[in-house]
């Protein structure tokens, strides 16, 4: 699967260097073994974000993107449309992607919801089903008005590079979402929307379905 996820962000357009990023010596060795790049790390790291954050700060970049390992479908677009608003936007930190929420999806807390203001900025991130529909509206109803966060982020640099001193955040602790963090701190996530329907591997039964999609010649 690691091997399929590089490969995918090496297809991207404007990616300078892809690498994976691990404190785990096998998957070191299995990245080297088809010939990718693997950088160790500590294992003391809280989030993947800290871990990217360690790799980050020796690279000559100006932008950073995380991608994790257990995004097999993730295609070589969303890397390219998370990077995009840095290229206009020079006070830009953070960005991430979201998609439409399928119905079986929003009461799920594997799935990680999002809510963004009217300029596509985030609100709030919840593995609860974000907004509470108590109403409908025209144009809003059902899973429409519910939004999926795409597990992908993209950093400017300089946010990496103060991100192991951000205090932290007890809504962190409560939903186990790293991004609450930085949220709390202040900083601006702008959240793109993406027409995405991969399978993120956050369960044993999500890797068996993948494990299928991948026998039948299905993954892309």
């Known amino acids: ?19 994976v990023a691990t404190d785990d010596e096998r998957i070191a060795r299995a990245v080297e073994a088809f010939g ?17 954050a360690e790799v980050g700060r020796d690279l000559e970049v100006d932008v950073v ?9 993730m295609d070589p677009g969303c890397i390219e449309a998370v990077v ?7 006070n830009l ?14 009461s799920d807390p594997n799935v990680v919801k999002v809510v963004t203001d009217r300029k596509g900025n985030a609100l709030y991130f919840s593995r609860s089903s974000i907004p509470h529909l108590r109403r409908q509206r025209p144009g809003k109803v059902g899973q429409a008005a519910v939004f999926k966060h795409v597990g992908i982020y993209a950093y400017r640099k300089a946010f990496l590079e103060i991100l ?27 959240v ?15 890797l068996v379905r993948i494990n299928e999609l991948a026998v039948q010649g299905k993954l892309p």
């Open 93 to 106: 930190m953070i960005s991430t992607l979201k998609c439409p929420a399928e119905a079986e999806e929003i």
């Open 65 to 73: 993107v995380n991608l994790q390992g257990d995004e097999p479908m």
């Open 164 to 190: 192991p001193d951000l205090p932290d955040c007890w809504l962190e602790a409560v939903e186990d979402l790293e991004q609450l963090r930085f949220l709390d701190n202040g900083y601006r996530i702008q």
């Open 192 to 206: 793109v929307p993406y027409e995405y329907r991969g399978v993120a591997v956050d369960t044993p039964e999500d």
């Open 84 to 90: 995009e608003p840095f290229r206009s936007d020079p």
């Open 36 to 52: 990718g790049t693997a950088s160790m790390t500590s294992g003391a790291h809280r989030s993947g974000t800290e871990r990217v």
């Open 1 to 19: 699967m690691i091997q399929h996820v590089f490969e995918r962000a090496s297809a991207a357009r404007g990616i300078a260097e892809v690498m």
